[in-house]
């Protein structure tokens, strides 16, 4: 038996494991050029559900534009983890595209890591560190002082 809850209505469960899932850093969460633990754990208002945006759908210069444009939200760039390695970090990547249960307003490409089956400080933080490690490792994918520019950080270097 699975340890999450079942899936809503419209959600599925991400199957490629080299996509990319785009994840948004606020820049309270960086530090020196990198972020915190803090961007890979969701808040108390995500419901145990981490928002990220699928690569296939959205690239992280398009994400990071509709993040901090459309949405009007803080932004220090964009980093990722591939559905690989949140399915080894004992975790889940949901599509809810379609669901009901999306935010409003929905970025392109939503999508969420899944720590609902995770019900200590510690085990969250834990798995955070894990896909923080699996995100520093592979860089930064759209940096802010990118924006603007034609040529993203990660396909100028």
Known sequence: MSP???L???ETTL????EVLLRSVHPSWVDQGKPTSLAFKPTGKDAGCLSVARSTVVT???H???F???LGLSSDGIWGVSVDEVQSASSRAID???SSSRPDPCPRGHSYVDYRDLDTGG???SRARVLLAAAVYRGPLFDKSDAGSLIPKSAAS
């Open 64 to 66: 990071f534009d509709e």
């Open 123 to 125: 085990a969250i933080k």
């Open 96 to 98: 809810d595209q379609l």
């Open 60 to 62: 992280p210069q398009e």
């Open 15 to 18: 199957s490629d494991s080299t």
């Open 8 to 10: 809503a209505e419209g």
């Open 68 to 70: 901090t444009g459309h």
């Open 4 to 6: 999450f809850p079942p």
